[in-house]
C-alpha cells in the first residue's frame, strides 16, 4: 500500500466553523507533513511530524492546529479561518532514512472558507 | 531562502518532442526531487537525485544535477499527451525528516 489517504476531498466552511482534515498512511513512514498550495503556486510547508512529534512549525497561525494521534494518522483542526486560508491542503509521509526521502502526496482536501 | 526557481514557466510542445525543464536553488542540499502534479491534485514523485550524483535515468526521464551551479534540469523524452501536467523542482537540506522547498513550477502542455 504507498498510497495516502486525505479526506474530505471537498471542504466548504464559515469563518466561524470548526472542522478537521483527515490524513492517513500505513507504509510504516515515520515523517508526515502537511502543505498548503494557493492557485498556480507551488506548495508550502506548515508543519512536519517526526515519529508523533512536532518537529517543524513554518509559523503558520493558530487557527491551524495539527495533531499526529499515532504514526498512520495525521490531522489539522481548523478554527476561525479567513477566506485567504481557502486553498488545496496537501498531506505527505516519508521515511526518515537520510537520502531516501521522497515525499508520497495525498489527493489533498480543497478548503473553500466563505 | 533555498526556494528554487524554475524555466520556464510554461512550455508548449508537440507529442514525441523532448522536454527540457530547469531548475535553479540558492543554498547546499542533500537532494533535489522532481515531483509532477496534475490538475491541481496530489503530487507524484518521479526522481530523487543526491548531491554527490551527476545524472540519473528513470525510464523517459533524465534528471542532471550541477551542485557547483546549484542547477538541475529534467528531460522528458518523446513525450505523451499524458505527460501533460506542472513539473516541481524540491529541494531538501535537512536531514532525517524533510523540509521539501519547491520551486514555482513548470506548467507543460503536450499537444496531440
Known amino acids: 500500500d504507498t498510497e495516502v489517504t486525505q479526506t474530505p476531498k471537498h471542504l466548504v466552511m464559515g469563518m466561524t466553523n470548526k472542522k478537521s482534515l483527515k490524513c492517513e498512511q500505513h507504509?510504516?513512514?515515520?515523517?508526515m507533513y502537511w502543505y498548503k498550495q494557493k492557485a498556480k503556486k507551488p506548495p508550502e510547508l506548515m508543519f512536519v511530524?517526526?515519529?508523533?512529534?512536532?518537529?517543524i512549525n513554518e509559523s503558520v497561525p493558530s487557527r491551524f492546529s495539527p495533531e499526529c494521534p499515532n504514526s498512520s494518522l495525521l490531522n489539522l483542526h481548523l478554527h476561525a479561518l479567513q477566506p485567504e486560508d481557502s486553498a488545496l491542503y496537501l498531506c505527505a509521509s516519508s521515511r526518515m532514512a537520510l537520502g531516501q526521502n521522497e515525499a508520497f502526496f495525498g489527493q489533498g482536501t480543497r478548503l473553500t472558507v466563505v | 531562502s533555498q526556494q528554487g526557481e524554475e524555466d520556464p514557466q510554461a512550455l508548449s510542445i508537440q507529442e514525441g518532442e523532448n522536454a527540457t525543464m530547469n531548475c535553479s536553488y540558492k543554498t547546499s542540499i542533500n537532494n533535489l526531487q522532481w515531483y509532477r502534479q496534475n490538475s491541481g491534485r496530489g503530487l507524484v514523485h518521479l526522481i530523487l537525485?543526491?548531491?554527490?550524483?551527476r545524472e540519473k535515468h528513470s525510464g523517459r526521464l533524465r534528471v542532471t544535477l550541477d551542485t557547483s551551479k546549484k542547477s538541475s534540469s529534467l528531460l522528458i523524452t518523446a513525450s505523451r499527451a499524458a505527460d501533460t501536467a506542472s513539473y516541481f523542482c524540491?529541494?531538501?537540506?535537512?536531514?532525517?525528516?524533510?523540509?521539501?522547498?519547491f520551486g514555482q513550477g513548470t506548467r507543460l502542455t503536450i499537444n496531440p
Open positions: 511530524y517526526s515519529y508523533e512529534k512536532l518537529s
Open positions: 537525485i543526491r548531491s554527490n550524483e
Open positions: 524540491a529541494t531538501d537540506a535537512t536531514q532525517g525528516a524533510q523540509k521539501l522547498v
Open positions: 507504509m510504516g513512514h515515520r515523517a
